[in-house]
């Protein structure tokens, strides 16, 4: 078993060398890296792109959110005090001596 692994890993070696050995290959080698490294920098672009928009949206969420927790805690604030005046208003209105 450990006779075999070493023969592929020679077979490997050697075939990578003849590859190397040839100009052209190597050009299209290095064409097919620089390919996917470029390819690569501009996905990692678009992520960064995509995590920024996300991190804004979240953000304008979390802003409208803020400012209805604190309209509906004016409301509970103000509740009280209108339904005071709604009454007095209801009183003022029906309870006035008729002509």
Known sequence: MRKRQVLIRTGVVVGGMAVLM???MRQKIKQTVEQM??????ELEAIKENIHHIRRNVEEMADDI????????????NTPYVMEWIEELKH??????QK
């Open 22 to 24: 040839n100009k052209e």
């Open 37 to 42: 490294f470029h390819q690569s920098i501009s």
């Open 66 to 77: 803020q400012f209805m927790m604190d309209k509906i805690k004016e409301l509970k604030e």
């Open 92 to 97: 003022s209105f029906f309870n006035r001596p």
